[in-house]
Nanobody, 124 residues
Framework: QVQLVESGGGLVQAGASLRLSCAVSGRTFTDFAMGWFRQAPGKEREFVAAISWTGGARYYADSVKGRFTISRDNAKNTVYLQMNSLKPEDTAVYYC?????????????????WGQGTQVTVSS
């Protein structure tokens, strides 16, 4: 069974940085592309960033482009989200997800497996 466990969330002030981690177990990590999503109170879950199986391709939501960086360490079965210049509007529960479907625009397709989420709160 595939398990995804996020960590690294917290309460920070605007302008600060955080790095989220997501450890994957239960399957070969390189079977999956990985993504980060977030859900703010009262809003739908939204795409944040995604990284391909080898890390050669990365995609970002416009709202985080230039501030967030997704990366993966295939030796550690872990995906990261480095978040810089945080804003109050970045406050949300952040989820990592695994995508096994390699066909087409994979990062826009439903992801297969999800973590439990980690809270990020940015105060003004």
């Amino acid at each position: 069974q595939v398990q995804l466990v996020e960590s690294g969330g917290g309460l920070v002030q605007a302008g600060a940085s955080l790095r989220l981690s997501c450890a994957v177990s239960g399957r070969t990590f390189t079977d999956f592309a990985m993504g980060w999503f977030r859900q703010a109170p009262g809003k739908e879950r939204e795409f944040v960033a995604a990284i391909s199986w080898t890390g050669g391709a990365r995609y970002y939501a416009d709202s985080v482009k230039g501030r967030f960086t997704i990366s993966r360490d295939n030796a550690k079965n872990t995906v990261y989200l480095q978040m810089n210049s945080l804003k109050p509007e970045d406050t949300a529960v952040y989820y990592c997800a695994a995508q096994g479907d390699r066909l087409g625009i994979w990062y826009r397709k439903p992801f297969s497996y999800w973590g439990q989420g980690t809270q990020v709160t940015v105060s003004s």
